[in-house]
């Protein structure tokens, strides 16, 4: 079997420039997969002697053992250790007289963490004494996995870059959104995150803002309730600041957003369809809703006006039983207005019903892709969820629980009605669950019979 030898020079044996690795301990891996054991690595590097290697070395390993490299100098001391602590078993016969490319050949391929052949099941007894030698294995194979990612397609870094430049995201929440994901992609991944234990929230802000580039406050302000990443539902309801006690309560990707971000997208817009999409044209006409002429005049011109002048804060409601026509009116209006109408998508790609945060997600998302388009307006369907009918479930839908999260939850909806760029329709069966707080900021009310 061959091995890969990383050196400026062959002939150099030291910890320093020679690196070594099977080549089959990439079999199998992908891009996304050396993602996340560089990840695993950089944080628990980041922690320092702060992390309990010798308890929590096994979830470390299950993750990024396969994407090791190996100072030769470690290699060496590891063979040593070994040779003597499995002088007596079977499968260590010779093993002292190995070179340590064929000790590392033989020895150090990743099955289990229980493959008791394999060098792998004895590092918890190693860095006993000799931790510093496996962060040394840790930060070379971080930096060998960043060689190896140069000129990669990963599709989920991609998905990120297009959200994150739709959403205007500053490059530290890129890089947390990227972070949540990786841990929701791998659980093995989660539980090295649950294994980084903190003192209190604000060392667990310092560790990503090293990882990040951004500052502490900046972290600390992304990722607290209320946070815009929140509001848009990209990252789950964040924990208050007293209750982190691990990165792993830091790490809370949205459950239904990972799905997206592994799309395989041709384009910006094409994502963007998973959020949104033009609406079908109307079938019926103005004949068609004589009761409500006037009212269709008045909603005609007011759209026009709105779509031509980029107006922000313009909304409509129209409301009424089921089976009035009112998504049909709503989009004869729209067409009646010379504006291109977008519906916010009630079912994922899976026909799959969106719950209201969801769909609210969908409607910040399709107003920051839709933003300065002219001529352009949003259709916002069965939004009773998106108004619940109780302060707790108001609470709830905005990932909030305690008494200051009525008002953040308030504060974000009243948000969106005041300031969003592209007009929106909202469509409802009912106005009863509606806060009038909610209904004043509204341009226009229609009830249809």
């Not at 209750?243 to 309560?249: A, E, F, M, P, Q």
Request: hydrophobic content about 40%; proline content about 5%.
């Amino acid at each position: 079997m061959d091995f890969t030898r990383f050196a400026d020079d062959d002939r150099m044996m030291d910890d320093r420039t020679t690196l070594l690795r099977a080549s089959s301990g990439v079999a199998g891996t992908s891009p996304l997969d050396w993602m996340c054991a560089q990840f695993a690595l950089r944080v628990v590097c980041a922690l320092g002697p702060r992390f309990n290697l010798r308890s929590n070395i096994n979830d470390v390993l299950t993750v990024s053992a396969q994407e090791m490299v190996w100072p030769y100098g470690v290699v060496l001391r590891v063979q040593r250790f070994l040779s003597a602590r499995c002088a007596d078993m079977p499968a260590w016969k010779g093993a002292a007289r190995l070179s340590p490319e064929e000790f590392l050949d033989r020895h150090g391929q990743w099955n289990s963490a229980f493959d008791e052949s394999a060098l792998f099941y004895y590092l918890d007894e190693y860095v006993k004494y000799h931790a510093k030698d496996m962060f040394a294995v840790f930060a070379a194979s971080s930096a060998a996995i960043t060689a190896r990612l140069d000129g990669e397609r990963v599709l989920l870094v991609r998905n990120i870059d297009m959200l994150s430049h739709v959403l205007n995201l500053p490059e530290h929440e890129r890089k947390l959104l990227l972070f949540a994901a990786l841990a929701k992609y791998k659980r093995d991944l989660r539980a090295v995150m649950v294994d980084c234990k903190v003192a209190h929230s604000q060392e667990a802000f310092q560790i990503l803002a090293g990882l990040t580039g951004a500052s502490p406050g900046d972290i600390a302000v992304s990722l607290r309730p209320g946070s815009r990443l929140e509001t848009l539902n990209l990252i789950e309801q964040p924990l208050p600041e007293n209750s982190v006690t691990d990165l792993g309560d830091l790490m809370r990707l949205s459950d239904r957003l990972l799905h997206v971000l592994l799309g395989n997208y041709a384009s910006e817009a094409d994502m963007m369809a998973v959020f949104t999409r033009p609406a079908a044209p109307p079938t019926l006409g103005t004949s068609d809703y004589p009761h409500v002429e006037a009212d269709a005049r008045y909603l005609t011109a007011l759209m026009a006006n709105a779509t031509r002048q980029n107006a922000t804060g313009v909304n409509v409601l129209i409301y009424g039983p089921p089976g009035t026509g009112k998504t049909e009116f709503a989009r004869l209006i729209a067409r009646e207005a010379e504006c291109e109408l977008y519906e916010v998508d009630c079912f994922d790609r899976d026909g799959n019903s969106l719950s209201g945060k969801d769909r609210y997600r969908s409607l910040q998302v399709s107003q920051a892709f839709l933003r300065g388009r002219p001529r352009t307006a949003l259709l916002f369907d069965e939004v009773e969820d998106v108004f619940p009918g109780s302060a707790r479930e108001l609470m709830s839908l905005f990932g909030q629980e305690d008494t200051r999260g009525s008002v953040n939850g308030k504060a974000w909806v009243n948000q969106t009605l005041e300031q969003n760029p592209v007009p929106v329709i909202w469509i409802s069966n009912s106005i009863r669950q509606i806060d009038p707080a909610y209904l004043r900021r509204f341009q226009f009310h229609l009830e249809l019979k």
